[in-house]
């Protein structure tokens, strides 16, 4: 069984950066990949990022070019840095890591002001 736990939001203006942090615990070499989605007010959710185990990132139109997602396998990590955010990136933000299902984390909030 798996557990992630994110954490890093909070409130920055338009323009400003934020770091997200996942970690993952448990039988971390059943882990196929890891992920971030987030759910705006009001808006479906949606994929932001994700890193398959030995593949290539995706992103969302929405988010390429500005975050990046990556991992630190020393630590059972993966990271969502996000430059360059914009009031509608304001949502609460989900840490997945995929095995045979998916383990969810709690959510952390980023909030964008303009």
């Known amino acids: 069984q798996v557990h992630v736990v994110e954490s890093g939001g909070g409130l920055v203006q338009a323009g400003e950066s934020l770091r997200l942090s996942c970690t993952a615990s448990?039988?971390?070499?059943?882990?196929?990949?890891m992920g971030w989605y987030r759910q705006a007010p009001g808006k479906q959710r949606e994929s932001v990022a994700a890193?398959?185990?030995?593949?290539?990132?995706r992103y969302a139109d929405s988010v390429k070019g500005r975050f990046t997602i990556s991992t630190d396998n020393t630590k059972n990590t993966v990271y969502l840095q996000m430059n360059s955010l914009k009031p509608e990136d304001t949502a609460v933000y989900y840490c997945?890591?995929?095995?045979?299902?998916?383990?969810w984390g709690q959510g952390t909030q980023v909030t964008v002001s303009s």
């Open positions: 448990g039988t971390i070499l059943s882990i196929v990949e």
């Open positions: 890193i398959p185990r030995g593949g290539s990132a």
């Open positions: 997945y890591a995929r095995l045979s299902y998916f383990s």
